[in-house]
């Protein structure tokens, strides 16, 4: 949707696809030797023109935040709604997300197949 600094903001139809997508980006920059991290987060968003706003955003970005570099990591939102899609998840316990209260199960993504 857009370029935000150092980093870009998309949207997906669905949170697999977006996994996948997240995964052939991560593939794609390290053949140019350049390591990215993405967080997923999935909720209502507010759709502003040509741009989206509001906690969901709010919420990805905290999570892409407490990422590793090379990795995907998602909210607990995201599991439950690719059950069956053999994209497996690797538990990263509870993490504070500034701006945002309470504690959030984090996952990284497995292998997506």
Known sequence: MKFTGDGSLA????P???I???EATIAAVNRLGIEIR???HTGEVEVRGDDVGGIAVHIGARVMAAARPGEVLVSAAVPPLVT???ITFEDRGPHALKGV???????????AR
Not at 101 to 111: I, K, R
Request: charged letters at 15%; a negative charge.
């Open 20 to 22: 996948r997508s997240a």
């Open 11 to 14: 949207s997906f139809d669905s």
């Open 38 to 40: 993405v967080g997923i």
């Open 84 to 86: 069956g899609s053999n």
């Open 16 to 18: 697999g696809g977006a």
């Open 101 to 111: 209260d309470g504690e959030w199960n984090l996952f990284a993504v497995g292998q």
